[in-house]
């Protein structure tokens, strides 16, 4: 999960969850309820997404498929949202279609509640990583259409010059700023931050890509792993950019001092450019990667959360028509202009904000890094584990090297 995981089908949306509304279904339908039968042409789906983002979609796939109606329910994201579909599963009510995310997908493969989607017409619309995310054994069970990417939003007007490519570069920078009296960089550290998983990203990276997959062989430990990028996060607070304070920050507190040109860096993921710019429509701003501490600069993101089947769907095949129509033109083009999300489907290319900059196509190559993504199992209980060390480790309580220790206790007494 994303860091300030959010991040929607996309992480951005964690506004008000409001009661949908129930859409009168066609006189087919109505005369099937009459009957005691179900209506087969109905799709039930527990979203994540909340009214205000999936109503307009979902409005728009019943025009362009008037056969058909959807039934919504909300549950806000992450542990809201999978302790809602838990309960359901575990009660046989679960919607036709749901969500999977990094944070259940593998409690949902094990225990066989989704449907294979790999020789669906849709699947080969989607990328090599979205597909990777959601497969097990060369099977698919759940459509993505987009990836987020979360890294350093800059002020130009403060930073006018090349952003640095290397953390020593880059502290360095703060530390200019700050002398000058401008407040350089704020992150709001309520679990791991964007650059605390870009810089862990990065130490993947020096892993070969499978660093993960390694400290579940046993081949290498969170300690060995994590410390290098653990030691630099911190150098933020050592050397006086950030203060304990961050840990009680929330975005809402860092957003409006970015836009009101009194900070020059801040960060967050890919779909708060609206943010920003409807706050702030003259601000002169880019997105930058993480500088690297080997000097290869970085992100943090993931594939966002897909569209799964429920393996016990009442109406199966009403359930393939909606996904079909959200992951292929027309519908996956209506989402994104409404959500401005990275499309991570082959029969589309969104027309994107310029201030993403080099982000696009460092998503569209899964050039990214989420340790809840990549852990091999028990997602959930790790991130929650990460998140609470992260805090403390802002606040001082304790060292660097604990947090790859504690994580290594975790992940031995989840085993």
């Known amino acids: 999960m994303s860091p300030s995981t959010a991040t929607r089908l996309t992480r951005r949306s964690l506004g008000r969850i409001a009661a949908a509304t129930a859409v009168a279904a066609p006189v087919a339908g109505a005369l099937a309820a009459c009957s005691g039968e179900d209506?087969?042409?109905?799709?039930?789906?527990?979203?994540?997404?909340?009214?205000?983002?999936?109503?307009?979609?979902?409005?728009?796939?019943?025009?362009?498929?008037?056969?058909?109606?959807?039934?919504?329910?909300?549950?806000?994201?992450?542990?809201?949202?999978?302790?809602?579909?838990?309960?359901?599963?575990?009660?046989?009510?679960?919607?036709?279609?749901?969500?999977?995310?990094?944070?259940?997908?593998?409690?949902?493969?094990?225990?066989?509640?989704?449907?294979?989607?790999?020789?669906?017409?849709?699947?080969?619309?989607?990328?090599?990583t979205a597909v990777e995310t959601y497969s097990r054994d060369g099977k698919l069970y759940g459509s993505a259409i987009s990836s987020w990417a979360g890294g350093m939003v800059v002020n130009r007007d403060l930073v006018p010059g090349e952003f640095p490519a290397d953390w020593d570069g880059f502290l360095d920078l703060c530390k200019q700023l700050k002398a000058d009296g401008t407040v350089p960089y704020l992150e709001a550290v309520v679990g791991m931050t964007d650059t605390f998983c870009a810089l862990l990203g990065q130490q993947n990276v020096v892993h070969g890509g499978t660093m993960d997959q390694q400290i579940w062989d046993g081949d290498l430990t969170f300690e060995e792993a994590w410390t290098p990028a653990v030691k630099a996060w911190y150098r933020l607070f050592e050397e006086g950019i950030l203060d304990t304070s961050a840990a009680g920050l929330t975005g809402d507190v860092v957003l409006p001092e970015f836009q009101q040109g009194r900070l020059a860096v801040m960060t967050t993921g890919s779909w708060g450019i609206s943010g920003i710019s409807n706050g702030a429509p003259d601000l002169d701003f880019r997105f930058e990667a993480v500088p690297g501490s080997a000097g290869e600069p970085y992100w943090s993101g993931a594939v966002s959360p897909g569209l799964a089947i429920n393996v016990k769907a009442k109406n199966p095949d009403a359930a393939k028509v909606f996904i079909e129509w959200m992951s292929t033109e027309p519908g996956v083009s209506f989402y994104q202009q409404a959500n401005q999300f990275i499309s991570t489907v082959k029969d589309y290319e969104p027309d994107l904000p310029a201030q993403l900059g080099d982000l696009v196509t460092a998503v569209q190559d899964g050039e990214y890094y989420l340790p809840a993504v990549s852990w091999i199992d028990n997602n959930d209980a790790l991130s929650t584990e990460a998140n609470a060390l992260t805090q403390q480790l802002a606040t001082g309580d304790i060292e660097p090297v604990d947090v790859g220790k504690a994580m290594d206790a975790k992940l031995a007494s989840l085993r």
């Open 39 to 128: 209506d087969p042409n109905k799709i039930t789906f527990l979203s994540w997404d909340n009214a205000e983002v999936m109503g307009p979609v979902i409005e728009q796939f019943e025009k362009d498929n008037p056969d058909y109606h959807v039934e919504v329910q909300y549950a806000a994201p992450v542990a809201g949202y999978i302790q809602k579909l838990q309960t359901q599963l575990g009660s046989n009510s679960a919607t036709d279609v749901f969500i999977i995310t990094a944070e259940n997908k593998k409690q949902l493969m094990d225990g066989a509640f989704v449907q294979d989607q790999s020789g669906e017409p849709w699947a080969s619309n989607l990328n090599e």
